[in-house]
Every structure is written in structure tokens, then in C-alpha cells.
């Protein structure tokens, strides 16, 4: 029978942890921009696919460990990772921001606008693919990025890490998200009933298996929000 449990108890599979976590650490340093957008996003359908905080808060940090500039995100939904990256990088930072859901962004979009951090923001509507693959065209966009977060279509991931490797500089980090699937990568197939969750979870063990032998990247696969594979490009 299939433990939903995983889906609204966090990875640690213990809703009292995650909640001491993110009542301790997370919320009261979280800028009142970010709650805002998360509490308007809380009554928008599919609510539940907003990056989790205390990962977000991970991402932060990194983001400002590499004093990352340029950016690439691949699925925006409402911004709660998009504005977390622009409050984490510089004025003069820009995000490449992919999404074919223009209408969950303009749910985030005055949030973002109230933050002041609009002008680092160019958002494009459209599936990532294409547009990686146009960026890819033109040289000067080679090894030109610090960092990347991919938190959409599970099954292409792979065709993500293929194109982002080459945009991303040595040394800059890829994040990508789900990377657990609420803790089904570990479980028997049998174990899980819904067809598109099991397709899913089918994905995410595909990625982890392709990536763990990728000796272009250093990885850690964090068990934080629902899984974070964090890639540090080594070469
Ligand atoms: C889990 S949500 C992203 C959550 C977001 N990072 C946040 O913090 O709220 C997944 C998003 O991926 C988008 N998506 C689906 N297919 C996509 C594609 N081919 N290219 C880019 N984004 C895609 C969906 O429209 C959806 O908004
Ligand atoms: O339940 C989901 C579904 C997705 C998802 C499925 C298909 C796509 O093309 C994009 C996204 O993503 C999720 C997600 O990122 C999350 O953190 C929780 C749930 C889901």
C-alpha cells in the first residue's frame, strides 16, 4: 500500500522533525518576500511542488558560497526558488528562467516585483530544451554560468545535465531537485500504486544511476527537501 506519508512528512519521514526543522531554522530567517509568495502559493493548484524551504535555504547558501552571478533555472512554477535565487546573488546578477507555465509565475511575479529584484529576472515562457539548445549555438555562452537548478520534467533530466555540463563553469554547481521522489527510489516497485508516480519514481533512479557514473561532476545526494543532487563540475 502506498505510504503518502513520504509526500507531506518530508524526506526524514517524520513530520515532527521536519517541522522542528523548519519552525527552528528556516521560517524565522526567512525573508518576508519568500513567505509571502509561498503563503500566496499555498492556495494555487499543485501547491505542493514549491521547492521546500529548508532546501532552499541550502540553495542559498551555496549560491553565495560561489558568489554565483549567472544562473540558469530550469522550472520556475510560482518563484519560490527564483526569488530565493535573485535575493542570493548580486544586483548585477542575471537568471535565465525557463517555464512553459507562464500563468504560475505571474502568481509570484509581485512578490518578486516588491522585492526589487525583477531586473535580474529574464524569464521565458517555453520548454527548457530548445531554448538550452539555442543558448548552446552561440560559443560565447560556453562554461559561461556559475550555477543551474532543474526542478522540472523528471524525464529529461539527463537531457538537461548533458547541455547544462557545458554551460556551466569549472567549479560552478547544477542542483536537481526530486532526486528522491519522497523516498521511492528505495522502495519495492510494487510498492507504489499510482501509474505517474511510479513513472516518476522510474526517472529519478534512472538520473541517480547515470549521474552517480558521470566522472565530469563531484555529487552529493542530499536528503533534504525531497531530495537534492547537488554536481559541482570538477572538468
Ligand atoms: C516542481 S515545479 C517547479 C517548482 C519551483 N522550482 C518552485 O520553487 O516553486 C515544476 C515546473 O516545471 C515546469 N516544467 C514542466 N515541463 C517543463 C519543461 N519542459 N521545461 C521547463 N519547465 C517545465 C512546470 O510547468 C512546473 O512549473
Ligand atoms: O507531483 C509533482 C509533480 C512534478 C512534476 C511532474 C511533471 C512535470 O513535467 C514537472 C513536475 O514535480 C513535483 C515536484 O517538483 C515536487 O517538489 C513535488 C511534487 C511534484
Known sequence: MENLASKYDGILQSGNLTKYILET????????????????????PMHFMGTHPDAGKL??????????KKTIEIGVFTGYSLLLTALNIPDDG???ALDPDRKAY????????????????????????????????????????????????????????????????IGGLIIYDNTLWGGTVAWPEEALLDPRRKKVRQDAIAFNNAIASDTRIEICLASIGDGFTICRRAH
Not at 59 to 68: P, S
Not at 125 to 151: H, Q, W
Request: aromatic share 10%.
Open 59 to 68: 540553495m542559498g547558501i551555496l549560491l553565495k558560497l560561489l558568489n554565483a
Open 94 to 96: 542575471k537568471i535565465i
Open 25 to 44: 531554522s528556516v521560517y524565522p530567517r526567512e525573508p518576508e518576500s519568500l513567505k509571502e509568495l509561498r503563503n500566496a502559493t499555498a492556495s494555487y
Open 106 to 169: 505571474e502568481v509570484g511575479l509581485p512578490f518578486i516585483k516588491k522585492a526589487g529584484v525583477e531586473h535580474k529576472i529574464d524569464f521565458t515562457e517555453s520548454p527548457a530544451l530548445p531554448v538550452l539548445d539555442k543558448l548552446l549555438e552561440d560559443p560565447s555562452n560556453d562554461e559561461n554560468f556559475d550555477f543551474a537548478f532543474v526542478d522540472a520534467d523528471k524525464h529529461n533530466y539527463w537531457n538537461y545535465h548533458e547541455r547544462l555540463i557545458k554551460l556551466i563553469k
